[in-house]
């Protein structure tokens, strides 16, 4: 059977890639940073968070969408130093954990968990999605905003990161989330087809950091 990869490049598989590969990532060659400190630890939580919204582009059903827009914001306490790297991993897991509940009780309903009004389910169904890729953005905007003018007051519970590879990936975030909130109300624009871009522009993410650290070891 022929399979159209061009159908899964989108900006939700994108993440989802992100997601699994930075576990991957912190799971295997960059295990001994975690080992040496245990404050890199939110780089298990925070790919999973990336993972449950990937997963829920691909699941149009209200409350696996509405859950993963609610969990994409754990990025908040997570990079604002509120809690552990282990609260935070806990935190996402569970998460996890309900969505795939979610997603297994919804699998054989004929009727959504979550069924509202015509009106307010067809917002959700546009929205939902666009609100779970702004709380992954949080990301970026606290470690511009936040973290990288005054790392020492979050360094309980997170290290310092002013890395070229770090800076790179928050930075390509911003223009992801742009084309994955754009691919929400148009496909294609001329010649451009918006979902490829915004694929391609994750693989770029995962491509661009990690030659970072290799030229420069950062």
């Given at each position: 059977?022929?399979?159209?990869i061009?159908?899964?490049?989108?900006?939700?598989?994108?993440?989802?890639?992100?997601?699994?590969?930075w576990?991957?990532?912190?799971?295997?060659?960059?295990?001994?940073?975690?080992?040496?400190?245990?404050?890199?630890?939110?780089?298990?939580?925070?790919?999973?968070?990336?993972?449950?919204v990937?997963?829920?582009?691909?699941?149009?059903?209200?409350?696996?969408?509405?859950?993963?827009a609610?969990?994409?914001?754990?990025?908040?306490?997570?990079?604002?130093?509120f809690?552990?790297?282990?609260?935070?991993?806990?935190?996402?897991i569970v998460?996890?954990?309900?969505?795939?509940?979610?997603?297994?009780?919804?699998?054989?309903r004929?009727?959504?968990?979550?069924?509202?009004?015509?009106r307010?389910?067809?917002?959700?169904?546009k929205?939902?999605?666009t609100?779970?890729?702004?709380?992954?953005?949080?990301m970026?905007?606290?470690?511009?905003?936040?973290?990288?003018?005054?790392?020492?007051v979050?360094?309980?519970?997170?290290?310092?990161?002013?890395?070229?590879?770090?800076?790179?990936?928050?930075?390509?975030?911003?223009?992801l989330?742009?084309?994955?909130?754009?691919?929400r109300?148009?496909?294609?624009?001329?010649?451009f087809?918006?979902?490829?871009?915004?694929?391609?522009?994750?693989?770029?993410?995962?491509?661009?950091?990690?030659?970072?650290?290799?030229?420069?070891?950062?």
């Amino acid at each position: 059977m022929k399979v159209e990869i061009s159908k899964y490049m989108n900006s939700g598989n994108g993440v989802l890639i992100l997601g699994i590969l930075w576990l991957i990532f912190w799971l295997g060659p960059a295990l001994f940073l975690f080992t040496e400190d245990s404050r890199w630890g939110h780089n298990f939580a925070i790919p999973i968070l990336f993972v449950i919204v990937g997963l829920a582009y691909n699941v149009d059903k209200n409350s696996c969408q509405i859950l993963a827009a609610v969990a994409s914001f754990m990025t908040i306490p997570t990079l604002l130093g509120f809690w552990s790297w282990y609260t935070a991993t806990v935190v996402a897991i569970v998460f996890f954990a309900l969505f795939f509940m979610f997603f297994v009780v919804e699998y054989k309903r004929t009727t959504e968990l979550i069924s509202p009004n015509k009106r307010l389910n067809f917002w959700l169904k546009k929205h939902a999605m666009t609100f779970a890729y702004l709380g992954l953005v949080h990301m970026t905007l606290i470690f511009f905003f936040a973290r990288w003018y005054n790392s020492t007051v979050f360094q309980e519970y997170l290290p310092f990161e002013h890395h070229v590879s770090t800076s790179l990936f928050n930075g390509m975030l911003i223009v992801l989330t742009i084309f994955a909130i754009i691919e929400r109300n148009i496909k294609k624009f001329s010649v451009f087809n918006i979902e490829k871009i915004g694929f391609s522009w994750s693989i770029l993410m995962v491509i661009i950091p990690l030659l970072a650290i290799r030229i420069l070891g950062q």
